[in-house]
């Protein structure tokens, strides 16, 4: 017999010096993976004794074998319903108020689209959860759910817009971002499977849309930051030609590898000063070493190669062709 078993929770609070009881229904529920964990389905507030009788009168749950409703008590150790119970609980609708209205079904559905690309099988191995408990990879689903949705900064998602979401209901029970350096520390932990998630990102797009992959787009762009040197031996963070006509910013460059229909393949972030005609011959060998060498054709704009790369392209076994822009 299945049953969602509701039952009254009690939240104690002390005010003022005195203790207060707060109330809500609750039901105990199971997530996929047969984790148990409790739901509140309605928030009652103070109530006294005969509100509480008539509450664990009017509580059913459905048997789906015997395919009727069944009164269930609501307290484990108070199986005896009051005789002094009313037969009914008048509500008046007209005073109800919504409150808290969370988003849903973007966020459902960008979990639909993570379990499609079967990408919990992929991090499940590669995010394990930490020694204190917290889950990489429930983060780094909200992450994504996030930058699918409403991209912004990781500040903003964990001080506004997660509270503002079902994002914590649809991940699990009691699941928390915790600090906000939790989403920094994520981030921290993917860079070392970058190449593995493209390949296996690349065979989900062949299954499910028969993607083709001849076709190449390559492009460069830029991001600057608001900060001033000097920076650690290594960092990226240079002065060089802005987009964004911000030449008083350090930047980073990035180079993107895509489909004509938009599915990434490789990505690489280069120093704020490079120039955009030295990063084609590696982001050339880059494909090749990934995904082997097969006759593909590269477009991109005319400021990008050189003419000893294209010659060097043309002299390649298979040749790559290529497109340039005039």
Same mark, same amino acid.
């Given at each position: 017999?299945?049953?969602?078993?509701?039952?009254?929770?009690?939240?104690?609070?002390?005010?003022?010096?005195k203790e207060h009881r707060y109330w809500s229904i609750c039901e105990n529920r199971r997530t996929e993976d047969g984790q148990r964990f409790q739901r509140q389905v309605i928030y009652l507030g103070e109530i006294n004794d005969s509100q509480k009788a008539n509450w664990i009168k009017q509580i059913e749950v459905f048997d789906t074998e015997a395919e009727a409703?069944?009164?269930?008590?609501?307290?484990?150790?108070?199986?005896?319903?009051?005789?002094e119970v009313a037969p009914a609980i008048q509500i008046r609708l007209s005073e109800f108020e919504i409150g808290r209205t969370r988003q849903w079904g973007a966020c459902w559905l960008a979990l639909w689209l993570w379990k499609l690309l079967k990408l919990d099988e992929?991090?499940?191995?590669r995010l394990e959860p930490s020694r204190e408990g917290t889950q990489w990879r429930l983060i780094l689903k909200a992450l994504s759910v996030y930058r699918l949705i409403d991209p912004g900064s990781e500040w903003r998602l964990h001080r506004h817009w997660f509270d503002a979401t079902a994002l914590g209901d649809l991940l699990g029970p009691d699941f928390e971002l915790g600090c906000k350096e939790n989403l920094y520390r994520t981030l921290d932990k993917l860079l070392a499977h970058k190449q593995a998630l493209f390949t296996h990102l690349r065979s989900r797009w062949e299954d499910l849309f028969q993607a083709k992959f001849e076709v190449l787009l390559y492009d460069l762009t830029s991001t600057y930051f608001e900060s001033d040197p000097p920076f650690a031996e290594g960092d990226k963070r240079r002065f060089g030609?802005?987009?964004?006509?911000?030449?008083?910013?350090?930047?980073v460059v990035i180079a993107l590898v895509m489909t004509p229909e938009g599915?990434?393949?490789?990505?690489?972030?280069?120093?704020?000063?490079?120039?955009?005609?030295? $990063? @084609? !011959?590696? #982001?050339?060998q880059k494909i090749e070493t990934q995904y082997g060498k097969l006759q593909r054709i590269w477009i991109m704009d005319r400021g990008?190669?050189?003419?000893? $790369? @294209? !010659?060097? #392209?043309?002299?390649?076994?298979?040749?790559?062709?290529?497109?340039?822009?005039?």
């Open positions: 017999m299945r049953q969602r078993s509701l039952f009254l929770k009690c939240h104690p609070r002390v005010k003022d010096g409703y069944t009164t269930l008590a609501l307290f484990p150790e108070d199986r005896i319903v009051p005789s992929f991090w499940t191995e030609y802005s987009r964004d006509k911000r030449p008083d910013c350090v930047q599915f990434p393949i490789a990505y690489e972030v280069f120093a704020g000063n490079t120039s955009d005609k030295t $990063t @084609l !011959e590696g #982001m050339l990008i190669p050189t003419e000893e $790369t @294209l !010659e060097k #392209m043309r002299q390649s076994k298979p040749p790559v062709q290529y497109l340039v822009g005039t």
